[in-house]
């Protein structure tokens, strides 16, 4: 398994992980009768929340995983030199033009089902469906979109792109 | 209909030729990660001209000998 895959596999690990996290508590709330249908101020809060949450979690994550690749590469070389462990990170991290075109075409899977998202949830607003329900559509479509072009680029790197 | 091509490649064969030069070592002549490496010699990845000309560099050789063309078969 090489750098990009490892990479792509912790960033859809963090938004699964955000995506269940983010359904149970809205599910709990909702359960104890906390949530109003129409308080739009509560949920643009909650989401601004999880929008945060993501932001310090993917951070955190990235940290841990670069900090655990240059204990595998040192490990591994059986190295304690700096400059040999950074010039084989540096080679184990390069991004070179099939990783380019695959992140595209995962990209463009991504912002297909974002977009089918943000197009169902005006359809539901024009329609007169609660507040709550749009905005979580919107909200949700964003996450899942992201899932999608993280699996997308695992499934672009495992059957290849040919006929790029 | 305009027909089909298959790019084909000898990049296995040249890396047993050159001292069974390894996928690695390929990749850090060519300036590109072991995985496109791995993804060429296995047909699932055509380069671009620039990268298929870097990679016939690195064995010394031209474009024509690391790179083929053929027709893809009809399916039936």
């Known amino acids: 398994m090489t750098y990009q895959t490892k990479k792509t596999m912790i960033s859809l690990l963090t938004s699964l992980i955000l995506l269940f996290s983010y359904c149970i508590t809205v599910y709990n709330d909702f359960s104890k009768g906390l949530i109003f249908e129409n308080d739009a101020r509560f949920w643009a809060r909650r ?17 841990v995983f670069h900090i655990l690749l240059s204990v595998n590469v040192s490990v591994k070389g059986s190295t ?24 595209l ?13 943000f197009i169902l949830s005006l359809i539901l607003f024009a329609f007169n469906i609660a507040i709550a329900i749009v905005l979580n559509i919107l909200f949700l479509s964003f996450f899942v979109g992201g899932i999608f072009e993280g699996f997308s680029n695992l499934f672009f790197y495992y059957r290849g792109i040919r006929n790029a | 209909m ?19 030069m390894t996928q690695q070592d ?27 000309f870097r990679i016939a560099d690195a064995f010394d050789v031209s474009i024509t000998e690391v790179f083929g063309f053929e027709a893809k078969e009809d399916v039936k």
Do not use: C, H, W
């Open chain 1, 47 to 63: 989401m601004l929340l999880f929008i945060a949450i993501g932001v310090v979690l993917n951070i955190i994550s990235f940290i």
């Open chain 1, 80 to 103: 304690t030199d700096s400059k040999e462990i950074n010039r084989k990170l540096e080679l184990e991290m390069i991004e070179d033009e099939m990783d380019k075109l695959i992140e």
């Open chain 1, 105 to 117: 075409k995962a990209l463009r899977v991504g912002y297909i089902v974002s977009s089918t998202g």
């Open chain 2, 2 to 20: 305009p027909k089909k091509f298959n790019i084909t490649n000898n990049v296995r064969t040249l890396r047993f030729f050159a001292n069974e």
């Open chain 2, 26 to 52: 390929l990749a850090e002549k060519a300036g590109v990660s072991r995985q496109t490496i791995m993804a060429i010699e296995a047909g699932k990845y055509a380069p671009t001209l620039e990268l298929a």
